[in-house]
């Protein structure tokens, strides 16, 4: 398994913002994932994050809103660009730990963002 | 595209009882299936896996799971829940890299 953090646990911000969420992971791994859940909904990918490449979105999400950086293979920031009430959301990082078929995702905490 | 199904989004049922949560995905070809669960203010963990081998998975917390192939499905199982079952909890099928989830269903069990 992995041990992953997240900061900020939570925020509030107006629209029009933006909100850098950080994600460490306490081993290097390949894959690094970005999910959201919205409010009462089930968790959808935004990206993948692999180290030393771009990041690939997922259809619906796009690198100018949600611009990520991987910079080695314990770390990834998501960032939410100009952010509105519809941002609102519940962002966890995942990373993926084993290998092959054995492959399983751990989650972090999340980061609570409500836009106001 | 893959898609996964959990038909109950609302589970209410008194400690002791027996818990059956389905799960029903849609992709035809060797899968991995895993189920998490979210406790109140906490964040998701792994439930169980499957991989391969054994249909019949156990978990953590007395939960086990059932891979039925023919029927597309992955039950969620517990013989006896307890007031701190209570949680919300994903199906989730692997597609490639990445896990497609499902809606959720958020179980109170009541002591």
């Known amino acids: 398994s992995a041990v992953i953090s997240q900061k900020p646990s939570r925020d509030i911000c107006q629209r029009g913002t933006s909100l850098t969420i950080q994600c460490q992971v306490d081993?290097?791994?390949?894959?690094m994932f970005w999910y959201r859940q919205q409010p009462g909904q089930s968790l959808t990918l935004i990206a993948t994050?692999?180290?030393?490449?771009?990041?690939?979105?997922e259809s619906g999400f796009v690198i100018d809103k949600f611009p990520i950086s991987r910079p080695n293979l314990t770390f990834s920031t998501l960032t939410v660009s100009n952010m509105s009430p519809e941002d609102s959301s519940i962002y966890l990082c995942s990373v993926a730990a084993g290998t092959g078929i054995a492959e399983t995702q751990y989650f972090g905490p999340g980061t609570r963002l409500l836009v106001l | 595209a893959q898609s996964v199904s959990q038909h109950n989004h609302h589970v209410i049922l008194s400690e002791a009882a027996s818990l059956e949560l389905g799960c029903n995905y849609s992709y035809g070809g060797t899968v991995n299936l895993f189920w998490y669960v979210q406790y109140p203010g906490q964040h998701l963990q792994l439930l169980l896996k499957?991989?391969?081998?054994?249909?019949l998975v156990k978990g953590i917390k007395g939960f086990e799971a059932e891979f039925i192939k023919s029927k597309f499905s992955f039950n969620l199982r517990k013989p006896s829940v307890q007031w701190s079952d209570t949680a919300e909890y994903f199906c989730?099928?692997?597609?490639?890299?990445?896990?497609?989830f499902g809606s959720g269903t958020r179980l109170l069990v009541r002591p």
């Open positions: 499957y991989f391969s081998g054994d249909p």
């Open positions: 081993s290097q791994v390949t894959m």
């Open positions: 994050a692999n180290q030393g490449s771009e990041a690939t979105y």
């Open positions: 989730a099928v692997k597609s490639s890299y990445k896990l497609i």
